[in-house]
């Protein structure tokens, strides 16, 4: 069976961009309730990926300016899916190399083997410092949508 791409793993409706957060419990729940309104999770996901923080720490900011929010696969997530959380000003996590956080990018995943999946198509994509710094800096879904859809292309 092919595995979903990105596009598929990340509706249009679950992408927002210059949302205004105060601290990074707001950054969490703004990816969250994309991930809730989008039929991927139930409430529950957004307080379990509060607690991985509160619990492990800042390990979910994986690059600078980047964080990944998600939480182990639970009864909580209804299918594997991605949200994309662009902030109008970066959070401190409290990482030491690599915040502040622009974009939140939320992943709930039914399975581990979704998960590394979905994060590795992810990881691939995001690799490219001017194709990271596009999306980082998108002002609208569409533009977030098209960067996604040009890679996917070129990747084909």
């Known amino acids: 069976m092919e ?27 703004a990816a969250g309730e994309l ?21 492990y720490g800042p390990y979910i900011v994986i690059a600078p300016g980047l964080a990944l929010a998600h939480s182990r696969p639970s009864s909580a997530v209804l299918r594997t899916g991605l949200s994309w959380t662009g902030l109008a000003a970066p959070v401190r996590f409290g990482h030491a190399h690599n915040d502040p956080v622009r974009l939140v990018v939320g992943l709930a995943a039914i399975d581990h083997d979704g998960h590394s999946s979905a994060l590795s198509r992810l990881a691939r994509m995001l690799a490219d410092p001017a194709r990271l710094e596009a999306l980082k800096s998108a002002s609208a879904p569409e533009q977030v949508r098209s960067v996604i859809t040009k890679y996917e292309m070129s990747t084909g």
């Open 3 to 29: 595995e979903p791409s990105l596009s598929q793993l990340l509706p249009i409706e679950a992408i927002t961009t210059g949302v205004r957060v105060a601290d990074w419990r707001e950054a969490i729940r």
């Open 35 to 55: 991930l809730v309104t989008t039929g991927i999770t139930t409430e529950a996901y957004v307080h379990q990926m509060q607690e991985a923080v509160e619990e």
